[in-house]
């Protein structure tokens, strides 16, 4: 088995984002460049929030983020942000307000889809690996998301809109 590179959380204060520093997913801890590279390439942002004794952040955290394969799919399709909450209450706030008018409930992990510019336009909590529970697997929200994006750029921009 080959070692992991470490992504740029492995320099962050946070135990949390440390936790994910050797995840396959690109991922940016909370900041302007992240939304500044979703501008220039034209993808969507994920801002993913939890904190570390989050017992469904672990979960899904295993089963997804560590996935190579699943890592590959958000890299490709995604900008990924990860947020401890307890250090961004604020920022959790925002995209947990806009979570709970989406689906009616919220919790954590938080997983927001986001416009280059902030602006939430869909988002849930744990998505599992494969359909399962009532829930679609999280590859394939990535998936439809990423499609919604290209394909239906007025959609999305009008549901961030509404969101907003």
Request: net charge negative; with cysteine; charged share 25%.
């Amino acid at each position: 088995m080959n070692p992991r590179r470490p992504n740029r959380l492995v320099a962050e204060s946070s135990a949390y984002l440390r936790q994910h520093s050797e995840n396959p997913v690109d991922w940016w801890p909370w900041g302007p460049e992240p939304f500044e590279l979703a501008r220039r390439t034209s993808r969507p942002v994920l801002v993913s929030i939890g904190y570390s004794s989050c017992h469904w952040c672990h979960v899904m955290q295993h089963e997804s983020f560590e996935d190579e394969a699943v890592a590959a799919l958000m890299n490709a399709e995604l900008v990924c942000i990860k947020v401890d909450r307890e250090e961004r209450p604020d920022v959790d706030q925002i995209y947990m307000d806009a979570v709970m008018r989406v689906s009616g409930h919220g919790g954590w992990p938080l997983n927001v889809f986001c416009t280059p510019d902030g602006r939430p336009f869909f988002g849930g909590t744990y998505f599992p690996p494969a359909r399962a529970y009532g829930r679609p697997s999280w590859p394939d929200v990535v998936q439809s998301v990423a499609r919604l994006y290209r394909e239906q750029p007025e959609r999305v921009a009008e549901h961030a809109a509404q969101l907003t």
